[in-house]
């Protein structure tokens, strides 16, 4: 097949490339190289697709109306990965309008690729943070989230509703996936994971949030990789027969799926510092603070759904992906 993956320098985009080279495919990936945080460990990234020579990668943002069109016309993709996104929930709260740029116009003009262009299937990245205020767990993609408590949350949920239209309009098999607390070797250095450890290793303080009463359904990088590719494969379809007064947010008539991508178990927040302290050896020091704006306390997804359609369950626990991470972590950094 002919691949576009966007977010190619991003953590997932990286891992699912590498994933899928060498599989017979042709594969393009996107980046817009942007400095929401080191540049250089995206370039360390693309460096390390190198060897790949069924990976070919384009610098362009995603709200280049333009050049997105071009892109499209020219490869005329059989499906398509958009994992790339302005990440981030305590970011949105300072820089809102990038949200906007690469979050709904980019949305967009990959939509309208889609379209035009005939693409098969379209899977995208939501986020866990859609679910917002919801306090029923484990978190379903059949319950409510019209309440998010960041622009990064409404930007995910705006994604799936245009996504949506698109289906509903045009007939293009759309799939979203919620990712929860994604980490591993080569992530985002403003994730827990990577704070945690780059901390504890210097020796350093680390912000513990909500006093450290809050948990999260850590999922490891080559868990949520299986899962994206096995559900590209998994392709919606059209159900004349759907009524909204019977089906959920989840479902519809137009081909269409939402889907939870986690390990479905949540670890608390001082569970996960202890799993990272044996992985380095040393003892955290914890400096405890109030609730983040924007945060929420605990995140748990319903991985049923998925598990049904892919027949695939998350395999790696919190304290054997930690000890993973930690050793890239020593021997990206040489400590």
């Not at 990789?225 to 559900?231: A, D, F, L, P, S």
Request: glycine fraction near 10%; include cysteine.
């Amino acid at each position: 097949m002919k691949l576009l993956i966007t977010g190619l320098a991003g953590f997932i985009g990286h891992a699912v490339a590498r994933r899928l080279s060498g599989q017979g495919h042709q594969i393009l990936g996107l980046d817009n190289l942007n400095d929401y945080y080191d540049v250089a460990l995206k370039q360390a990234r693309l460096e390390d697709l190198a060897d790949c020579e069924d990976i070919r990668f384009v610098r362009l943002d995603l709200a280049d109306r333009d050049g997105m069109a071009a892109l499209f016309a020219e490869h005329r993709f059989d499906r398509v990965i958009h994992l790339a996104a302005q990440a981030g929930v305590r970011y949105s709260l300072e820089n809102p309008h990038v949200y906007v740029d690469s979050n709904l116009v980019g949305h967009l003009n990959v939509l309208e690729g889609c379209r035009r262009h005939g693409v098969e299937h379209l899977v995208y990245a939501s986020s866990s943070s859609v679910y917002g205020m919801n306090d029923k767990v484990p978190f379903a993609t059949a319950d409510n989230v019209d309440h998010p408590v960041s622009l990064y949350a409404a930007t995910k949920k705006a994604n799936e509703l245009m996504a949506h239209t698109y289906s509903h309009l045009y007939g293009i098999p759309t799939t979203g996936l919620r990712f929860f607390t994604v980490y591993g070797p080569w992530g985002r250095p403003d994730m827990a994971m990577f704070k945690f450890t780059r901390a504890i290793l210097a020796g350093q303080p680390l912000q513990v949030f909500n006093h450290g009463d809050m948990s999260r359904d850590f999922t490891y990088i080559d868990d949520i990789v299986e899962g994206v590719v096995r559900i590209l494969e998994v392709i919606p379809g059209s159900d004349p027969a759907w009524r909204a007064s019977h089906g959920g947010p989840d479902t519809s008539s137009a081909p269409y799926a939402l889907y939870n991508i986690g390990h479905g178990s949540p670890v608390g927040l001082m569970d996960f510092i202890r799993a990272v302290e044996a992985a380095t050896g040393r003892e955290a020091i914890c400096d405890y603070q109030a609730m983040q704006p924007g945060d929420v306390p605990r995140t748990w997804a319903d991985t049923e759904a998925l598990f049904a359609a892919t027949g695939y369950r998350p395999q790696v626990k919190v304290e054997e992906g930690a000890r993973r991470f930690v050793d890239w972590y020593r021997g990206y950094y040489g400590v």
